[in-house]
């Protein structure tokens, strides 16, 4: 599936946190997202995925113009993101987290879940088979039994991550991923991030503060400043940048 995002705009009061912005997602790619704090990263995802209403623009998922959707009806549209501060559910083990996310019916409806037919126990086996698969491209399948509420913080980003791909996303949304995680985390959620485009060939959009991470897994980088695109291009090209460069100058720093 390929996003094409167009001129989307948005306003709050006297703030233009959209100015026009042009986006593309092409299908099986990893884009980064970059910008000093407050260029509108957050409210352009957050528009892509539904839980802001632009008030400009077009977001075409293929060939439907998802702008201004409901999120859940976004979601059905096989988008799908998620956000700083998002937690699992504590009580429940890692396992259980990821299968709450899944959206396979089990074959037979209720009749059949309440008497355990074998074609229920089946497709409930299944289920767990891939949940397991996927803790696994997260390096989460040896805690597949831990209550979730007892995971270290880059183990509980992990997780957060398999649960949103656990509904079968077909374009992933994450907002600042590697925030608040060690080198070592932070390698083993890039190679998650690649896996999910490699093995499972989803898109996925990133944004974070992190710029080696950044421009270590993606394929093309729009880079944004006061609510505006300044570049697009490969990791190479935005590197060296005029524009880039001095968005980033003029902060003096590495947000
Ligand atoms: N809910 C909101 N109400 C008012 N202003 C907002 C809101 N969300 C974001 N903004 C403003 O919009 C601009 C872009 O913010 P944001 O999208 O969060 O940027 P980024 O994620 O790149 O740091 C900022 O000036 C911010 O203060
Ligand atoms: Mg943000």
Do not use: W
Request: charged share 20%; glycine share 12%; net charge neutral.
């Amino acid at each position: 599936m390929n996003l094409t995002a167009t001129a989307v705009g948005k306003r709050y009061g006297g703030v233009h946190a959209l100015r026009g912005v042009d986006l593309a997602i092409p299908e099986r790619s990893i884009v980064g997202l970059i910008g000093p704090n407050g260029a509108g990263k957050s409210t352009l995802l957050k528009s892509l995925s539904g839980f802001v209403v632009p008030d400009t623009g077009t977001i075409m998922l293929d060939s439907l113009d998802v702008a201004g959707l409901a999120p859940s009806r976004i979601a059905r549209a096989r988008l799908v993101a998620t956000f700083q501060h998002a937690t699992p559910i504590a009580g429940l083990s890692v396992l259980g987290n990821v299968l709450v996310g899944m959206t396979e019916k089990h074959t037979g409806g209720l009749f059949a879940a309440l008497c355990g037919t074998p074609g229920y126990r089946a497709s409930e086996r299944r289920q767990r088979e891939r949940a397991l698969e996927l803790l696994r491209s997260f390096g989460l399948e040896r805690i597949a039994g831990l209550d979730a509420g007892g995971l270290s913080f880059g183990q509980l980003r992990l997780l957060e991550i398999a649960r949103a791909v656990a509904a079968e996303p077909a374009i992933l949304l994450l907002d600042e991923p590697a925030a608040g995680l060690n080198r070592v985390e932070i390698d083993r959620m890039s190679a998650a991030i690649r896996s999910l485009r490699d093995e499972h060939g989803m898109s996925v959009l990133v944004v974070d503060h992190d710029v080696p991470f950044v421009f270590g897994i993606s394929d093309r980088i729009t880079a944004m400043n006061s609510g505006r695109v300044i570049a697009e291009g490969t990791p190479a090209e935005i590197e060296r940048d005029d524009a880039v460069r001095a968005a980033y100058l003029s902060v003096g720093g590495d947000s």
